[in-house]
T-cell receptor, first 109, second 115 residues
Framework: GQNIDQPTEMTATEGAIVQINCTYQ??????LFWYQQHAGEAPTFLSY??LDGLEEKGRFSSFLSRSKGYSYLLLKELQMKDSASYLC??????????WGAGTKLIIKP | ETGVTQTPRHLVMGMTNKKSLKCEQH?????MYWYKQSAKKPLELMFV???????ENNSVPSRFSPECPNSSHLFLHLHTLQPEDSALYLC??????????????FGDGTRLSIL
């Protein structure tokens, strides 16, 4: 079967750095997405990785290792508005998105 | 503003009611999707439309009936729902289906409660 694993919940402090991990076992791989979802709102696109390595976009970076079936989302200089759920999703060999259950990130002052 | 609008935002209905959820995208996309989101569970893909043709139906009960009259609009007709159908229903669109690097754009969802 296909599986995406993420921690259910994480807590971090304002101004700090947090890393949210995602491991996957899927039938094929055609890329990995990270989305942010604030409570009661739409998931919004953060990043897409298809090659190994780190992609940086402002305070957010996403890393991929295809050989390890592993990705992480790194958030720097945390702000209160970063409190949200972060969803990891893998594109499988049929170009279908396989979703993780999401990681709820709580930012404390 | 994601370019995808869903109405209503909240819906409470009895098990014998009939209602419809509406989704409209203003992005010129060719593919549209319905998802079910339950607490602490992965998004469940329900239906996919590409160029107004249904291309996927992931074993969804017949009490959910989709309709795509044109590439900008998508409906989900609900009839005789069960309490376990209470969830957030999300609509999404993407430029095309089957292109791995195209992100999906989501609406804010309809929070559905079945009494």
């Amino acid at each position: 079967g296909q599986n995406i694993d993420q921690p259910t919940e994480m807590t971090a402090t304002e101004g700090a750095i947090v890393q949210i991990n995602c491991t996957y076992q899927t039938s094929g791989f055609n890329g990995l997405f990270w989305y942010q979802q604030h409570a009661g709102e739409a998931p919004t696109f953060l990043s897409y990785n298809v090659l190994d390595g780190l992609e940086e976009k402002g305070r957010f970076s996403s890393f991929l290792s295809r050989s390890k079936g592993y990705s992480y989302l790194l958030l720097k200089e945390l702000q209160m508005k970063d409190s949200a759920s972060y969803l990891c999703a893998v594109v499988d060999s049929n170009y279908q998105l396989i979703w993780g259950a999401g990681t709820k990130l709580i930012i404390k002052p | 503003e994601t370019g995808v609008t869903q109405t209503p935002r909240h819906l409470v209905m009895g098990m014998t009611n009939k209602k419809s959820l509406k989704c409209e995208q203003h992005l010129g996309h060719n593919a549209m999707y319905w998802y079910k989101q339950s607490a602490k569970k992965p998004l469940e893909l329900m239906f996919v439309y590409s160029l107004e043709e249904r291309v996927e139906n992931n074993s969804v009960p017949s009490r959910f009936s989709p309709e795509c009259p044109n590439s900008s609009h998508l409906f989900l007709h609900l009839h005789t729902l069960q309490p376990e159908d209470s969830a957030l229903y999300l609509c999404a669109s993407s430029q095309d289906r089957g292109h791995s690097n195209q992100p999906q754009h989501f609406g804010d969802g309809t929070r559905l409660s079945i009494l």
